[in-house]
């Protein structure tokens, strides 16, 4: 009797530990600079629309920040994702590009007043361990995150950044070039490069060779949903007809999906902003490799439409 009330008991905490898990969600933040090149918004697209995430805030860097705040906002109400707050950055003078204009002025609950660091901290404090950054623009916000709370290092879970390069340049050949995220603020890279957090790093060789071509463009934006048709506008607006999705992969990677092979590499911030591989003790996971078509199809399959 006391051998099979044990077994049940065990059996007992097995499926309340297998339940848990399936329904964890990822806790994550999202820091963009939204509004330049369109593959932030469909970065942001995909993760406000992937099951067992929990995005607790985007905040935005480089620049006109609040008018970042708003594009951001608005995509997010277009999502049916007006719950998630949204954070502006140190603002700076680098001004917005035309996407802007879909969101001039909009206005929403969700666009907070409050510092996007501050914001940044509370998170990661009231959930040490378990909070991903996601930094997909100029690394501006985690640079002063780190600087000004120097004691949240040890309480973030990782950050998953898309920027650097250390073998290729935007063309996908050698040698590597500074990357635009790195070499907008490298002082601040340096900071996270540096800061002792678990880094992983989608840089150029993961990243920029991932065209949407117009056949999946024509699929993702035939879904006709209020999301893809502000994709498809703010790509027109955007100004070019085939948009690379850096971001999403540093996206993908950050939430478990993983379409590259990775390496432990000590990498080096540059005052121009290149980012060289160097001696010593591994202190970033570089993504390599990746799986091209089979990424894409997966994107444009992830924003369908759930039918009834």
């Given at each position: ?10 059996i ?10 399936v ?8 820091d ?13 697209a ?41 954070y502006?950055?140190?603002q700076?003078e680098?001004p917005?590009k ?44 985690l640079?002063?995150?780190l600087?000004?709370?120097?004691d ?27 990357e ?9 890279a ?21 065209q ?11 879904y ?19 948009p690379?999705?850096?971001?999403p992969m ?20 540059e ?16 993504l ?11 994107y ?9």
């Amino acid at each position: 009797m006391i051998r099979m009330l044990m077994v049940s008991l065990l059996i007992t905490a097995l499926l309340t530990v297998l339940a848990g898990s399936v329904g964890a969600q990822e806790k994550v933040i999202l820091d963009t600079d939204i509004g330049d090149d369109v593959d932030d918004a469909y970065a942001l697209a995909l993760i406000a629309t992937l099951p067992k995430v929990k995005l607790l805030g985007v905040t935005t860097a480089f620049g006109e920040t609040t008018k970042r705040a708003e594009l951001a906002a608005k995509l997010l109400r277009t999502i049916g994702r007006s719950d998630v707050p949204v954070y502006a950055g140190r603002q700076g003078e680098f001004p917005i590009k035309r996407q802007y204009e879909w969101a001039k002025g909009f206005r929403s609950r969700s666009l907070r007043s409050g510092e996007a660091v501050d914001f940044m901290r509370r998170e990661i404090e009231r959930a040490p361990g378990e909070v991903t950054l996601i930094a997909i623009g100029p690394l501006t916000n985690l640079g002063d995150l780190l600087t000004r709370y120097p004691d949240v290092k040890s309480k973030i879970k990782q950050v998953v950044i898309m920027g650097g390069a250390v073998y290729v340049g935007y063309n996908n050949q050698a040698p590597p070039t500074p990357e635009w995220n790195i070499k907008c603020d490298p002082a601040a890279a340096r900071i996270v490069y540096d800061g002792g957090v678990p880094l992983v790093m989608a840089g150029l060789e993961a990243t920029t060779m991932l065209q949407l071509d117009a056949e999946r463009q024509k699929r993702l934006f035939g879904y006709g949903t209020p999301m893809t048709d502000a994709l498809a506008a703010l790509t027109i607006l955007w100004g070019h007809t085939t948009p690379t999705l850096y971001d999403p992969m540093a996206v993908a990677y950050a939430l478990g999906h993983r379409f590259c092979e990775s390496e432990q590499r000590r990498v080096v911030v540059e005052d121009d902003g290149m980012t060289r591989i160097t001696e010593g003790t591994p202190n970033v996971t570089v993504l390599i490799n990746p799986q091209k078509e089979v990424f894409l199809d997966w994107y444009v399959a992830s924003l369908a439409p759930v039918r009834p």
